[in-house]
């Protein structure tokens, strides 16, 4: 399994970081997890091709994790010519929320006769579903989305991915996490119980209990970046735009 990350950043571009889109890649499969509102010309920037994605996991509806579908959909249709099948995979309620985005940014686009197959699939939490070689699951986590917003566990090959998506400090992560080859999870102050997000405090207090191999920090603010060479002492993994790693 591979991990690629292709924007790693919070909602607000902090240090020019572009929105949460991650590749996993297997022998047979590429799942793009989140697909934020910058993520298709991260995408580009990185020499990527959009059309290598066989699906979209989302972990929750926030703009700076799903909001440029719309613009991946109409590169597919109109630039890229895509023919192959692309499958959108998120929490209950996305298919809904990614025609209303489409309809804001480009209406009627929903409309659009596609020439590929588009599949969206409407995954309840805590349920076994399976694409291509990966097995995902995800479990509810706290922050307000509109639907639930979620962690998510892939696992390929005998190994192991699971995304905190962003939450604030909830059991859930430890439950999640355990045994992950590599476990993500956002980071967005240095201290205390922020609401909707993690702390590096928090993290740091429950790092064992994650019982995860590796653990990468993504989605920090300005205040955390600027702590980046002090926190890689801790033995954190640190994402970067275009890192990438096995898993």
């Known amino acids: 399994m591979r991990f690629t990350a292709v924007g790693c950043g919070d ?3 902090s ?6 889109c991650f590749l996993v890649e297997t022998a047979a499969t590429t799942i793009a997890l989140d697909f934020g509102a910058t993520s298709l010309v991260a995408l580009k920037r990185l020499g990527l091709d959009p059309n290598c994605i066989d699906a979209v ?3 929750h509806l926030h703009g700076d994790h799903f909001g440029g579908l719309p613009f991946l959909l109409l590169d597919a249709q109109f630039d890229r010519h895509r023919e192959k099948p692309l499958t959108i995979i998120g929490p209950v309620g996305t298919q809904e929320r990614v025609k209303a985005a489409q309809e804001v940014f480009f209406p009627r686009s929903s409309t659009n006769k596609w020439k590929f197959a588009l599949n969206f699939v409407d995954l309840p ?3 076994d579903h399976r694409f291509g070689d990966i097995d995902i699951w995800t479990a509810e986590v706290v922050h307000p989305s509109g639907a ?7 696992r390929a090959s005998g190994r192991t991915l699971v995304y905190s998506g962003d939450t604030s400090w909830t059991e859930t992560l430890v439950e999640a ?3 992950a080859d590599l476990f ?10 922020p609401v909707a997000h993690l702390s590096l405090e928090e993290i740091d207090a429950n790092r064992a209990r994650f019982g995860a191999r590796r653990i990468m920090l993504t989605h920090m603010s300005a205040e955390v970046l600027e702590k980046l060479a002090e926190i890689e002492t801790r033995g954190y993994l640190l994402a970067y735009d275009g890192l990438v790693l096995d898993v």
């Open 11 to 13: 909602a607000f571009g």
């Open 184 to 193: 993500v999870t956002e980071c967005y102050r240095l201290t205390g119980a």
């Open 57 to 59: 996991m989302l972990s």
């Open 177 to 179: 996490a355990q045994g």
């Open 15 to 20: 240090g020019a970081r572009a929105n949460t």
């Open 148 to 154: 639930p917003s979620t962690a998510v566990r892939l």
């Open 125 to 127: 939490c805590r349920t």
